[in-house]
């Protein structure tokens, strides 16, 4: 696929998906979504990026959903009333479970505005970095609509009902600072450190036990809404499967030859 709404970019392990609608402040329409989709698969798929970097181009991570170029709703005219929900069965919760079920991290750089959609897959990083000018916004109520793309399932697990629910209801921006303080993100640094925050973490990664990356995020996942007993059933059957890895065997090694661990993501 050529891509018109996004970059993508590979190097030294790390894949780089950019939106680049700048004008828009980013914002999605099911053009930029199918984009989006295409390189996630490729990341998936073609496995020689090890680590997956979400960002924005210009001064915004993402505004959301075009409203006015097939954003949610926008793409769902038909006759009768609006269904404001299709777009998001055909576009926007795809891309949202192929980022759950990537095989490698995913970080999101939030360098400014994540309102809306935006919000959800920013907030869906397994390391999310933002910039200081960086806020987040559920302005779903402000247009009568509800929270989607996952928000009223990951926000309360990640802030806590009360907070989740007022941010959903207020429609108010949380600055970067709140949300570190909410435990929404992992870390708050100045705009002009982002980049190079991102890319230390993004290289750490690369260099990392890529299978084990893969189980973490999935036990994670998988034991958030479990009782106790079956989330150590899920440790047992993630630790059988990354025991079997040649990471394993080699981080073994390099520990009693007390060197730096090599690695290969096998």
């Given amino acids: 696929m050529a891509y018109e709404h996004i970059l993508f970019e590979e190097a030294d392990g790390i894949a780089t998906l950019t939106i680049n609608r700048p004008q828009a402040l980013n914002a999605l329409h099911i053009g930029v979504i199918a984009e989006m989709i295409d390189a996630v698969d490729r990341v998936r798929d073609e496995g020689t990026a090890r680590v997956l970097v979400l960002t924005g181009a210009g001064r915004a991570f993402c505004s959301g959903a075009d409203l006015a170029g097939g954003g949610a709703g926008g793409g769902a005219r038909r006759a009768g009333p609006p269904d404001a929900g299709a777009v998001l069965e055909t576009h926007f919760n795809p891309l949202l479970e192929r980022l759950f079920a990537l095989p490698v991290p995913f970080i999101t750089s939030v360098n400014g505005p994540a309102a809306g959609a935006g919000c959800s897959y920013a907030l869906a990083g397994d390391i999310v970095i933002a910039g ?80 084990s990356y893969a189980l973490i995020r999935q036990g994670i996942r998988e034991c958030l809404d479990k009782p106790l007993s079956e989330g150590l059933m899920v440790e047992r059957r993630h630790q059988l499967i990354a025991g079997r890895t040649a990471d394993f065997a080699e981080g073994v090694t390099a520990f009693l030859q007390k060197r730096p661990a090599q690695f290969t993501g096998k």
């Fill in 132 to 211: 200081r000018s960086a806020y987040f916004l559920q302005a779903f109520v402000n247009i009568g609509l509800v929270p989607d793309v996952g928000s009223t399932w990951l926000l309360p697990r990640l802030a806590g009902r009360a907070r989740a629910q007022a941010m959903m209801m207020l429609g108010e921006k949380i600055p970067a600072e709140t949300a570190a303080d909410w435990g929404l993100v992992y870390k708050v640094v100045d705009d002009a450190d982002l980049a190079a925050t991102t890319r230390a973490v993004a290289e750490k990664l690369a260099k990392g036990p890529t299978r």
